[in-house]
């Protein structure tokens, strides 16, 4: 009889035990919303949540660099928009002062504003980005453009202390866009057909022309510059404008490639809630029956087994 005792003792041991995991499990898989308390439970399941929560990440890495591209085109954007503008507002200035017509007090009067003109072109030029300089190439914590002045405070040309160089981000995986920063693009005459030799020769140009009230020189070649200089302002901006559009492209990607893998992981990961919840009451019913069971177990005595 002890013998038979003892192994129903121990039997309700075991089944005592298995059930209060059971339960402790499902208890647990409730309280954390998800599948795997342990990554024992499924080795396999678990390897492919770390996978999945990995390539989340790196995604969304990958989607803020998009965002910041964005950003960082729209910050350009907007400053070639406005040099465009003073661009514009030169161009009438200049086209003013060789006028013939106009006395030295109105050439005086457009040339202090056609300077100042310059002088906001630069600061627009050296616009920045949180804490990057937006047209420095790739030395963007330094200021990019410095008006060069003479004694007299007439602006003689133009320092660019930038690089030649883009920036790179990354936006997916093996794919890598380069973000406009050149500055160099905005001096040199290459692409723009300008006599004047770079953007400063330009303003230079103008200034001496200005000084000489040489009509002929401001009515011919530099109002021929400015729309060169100005025509390369906007040649750059619609450069950017194409990049803006991929990158908004790769950021629609991007964003459904997230629904897609915060499904998956969504899938393998969290737990379904009504088939957890009715788990626990099938594990609970297990355990109080168990519990029972092993309860009249340890009530027996002698007297039981006495005819």
Do not use: C, H
Request: charged fraction near 20%.
């Amino acid at each position: 009889m002890r013998i038979a005792d003892n192994t129903m003792y121990n039997n309700f041991l075991t089944g005592y035990e298995t059930s209060t995991a059971r339960m402790q499990k499902t208890m647990t898989q409730l309280a954390s919303q998800k599948q795997l308390t342990e990554a024992s439970d499924d080795p396999l399941k678990a390897s492919q949540i770390i996978n999945l929560s990995t390539s989340v990440d790196q995604n969304a890495m990958y989607g803020d660099s998009i965002q910041d591209g964005i950003s960082w085109n729209q910050m350009q954007d907007s400053a070639l928009s406005s040099i465009s503008d003073i661009m514009l507002r030169m161009r009438d200035l200049i086209q003013g002062s060789a006028n013939g017509t106009n006395g030295s007090d109105v050439n005086s009067a457009n040339k202090a504003e056609i300077e100042q003109d310059m002088s906001q072109i630069v600061d627009t030029l050296n616009t920045k980005y949180g804490n990057k300089y937006i047209f420095a190439g790739e030395n963007t914590t330094t200021k990019p453009f410095e008006l060069e002045k003479n004694e007299a405070g007439d602006i003689t040309g133009l320092t660019y202390n930038g690089t030649d160089g883009d920036l790179s981000r990354q936006i997916a995986d093996g794919v890598s866009v380069d973000l406009f920063a050149n500055g160099s693009k905005f001096l040199a005459n290459s692409d723009t057909g300008a006599q004047a030799a770079s953007l400063g020769d330009y303003f230079n140009n103008v200034v001496t022309a200005l000084n000489s009230d040489n009509k002929s020189e401001l009515g011919g070649t530099l109002l021929s510059d400015t729309d060169a200089y100005r025509d390369n302002f906007v040649n750059v901006r619609t450069q950017i404008g194409a990049l803006t559009n991929r990158l908004q492209s790769a950021l629609s990607r991007n964003q459904a490639q997230s629904t897609n893998l915060q499904q998956s992981l969504s899938n393998d990961q969290d737990v379904d809630v009504a088939s957890a919840y009715s788990n626990f009451e099938k594990e609970k019913l297990t355990y109080n029956a168990t519990l029972a069971m092993g309860t009249k177990i340890m009530q027996t005595t002698i007297l039981d087994y006495m005819y």
